[in-house]
């Protein structure tokens, strides 16, 4: 079980809204690969439900359609990376936004929260 709480869907769209500049960047993988950050997603955030939406994403390449079937209140953000490849199919891989944050060692905009009257801890964390 991840040890960090989900977000409520208020908190993940203003996450989502926040980093979304980071849609369309380019990197170098852990492997060397060349990769781009496709988009910034508002995923359900319990794992079995979230590979159903990534599957549902790369069949109709449309978040909101990837989770329309989703109806509990627990959500995460996602960056989803596309590896370039010149001939063949692109191969995908997803991170969360915290786990990306930390690698880059930049923390998590929690004033971005300030702008929601949400009784809940903003951090993400275990409150």
């Given at each position: 079980m991840d040890k960090r709480r989900p977000f409520v869907?208020?908190?993940?769209s203003a996450l989502a809204i926040e980093y979304g500049h980071l849609g369309g960047e380019a990197h170098i993988s852990n492997t060397g690969d060349f990769e781009v950050i496709e988009a910034v997603a508002i995923v359900p955030y319990d794992k079995t439900y979230r590979f159903l939406?990534?599957?549902?994403?790369?069949?109709?390449?449309?978040?909101?359609?990837?989770?329309?079937?989703y109806e509990l209140p627990a959500f995460d953000v996602f960056l989803i990376f596309k590896e370039l490849i010149p001939l063949g199919e692109p191969k995908y891989r997803y991170m969360d936004i915290r786990t990306y944050l930390e690698e880059i060692g930049t923390p998590l905009n929690k004033s971005i929260f300030?702008?929601?009257?949400?009784?809940?801890?903003?951090?993400?964390?275990?409150a």
């Open positions: 869907l208020e908190e993940a939406f990534f599957k549902l994403y790369h069949e109709t390449n449309d978040m909101e359609k990837a989770m329309a079937f300030a702008s929601y009257d949400l009784d809940v801890c903003c951090c993400g964390e275990n």
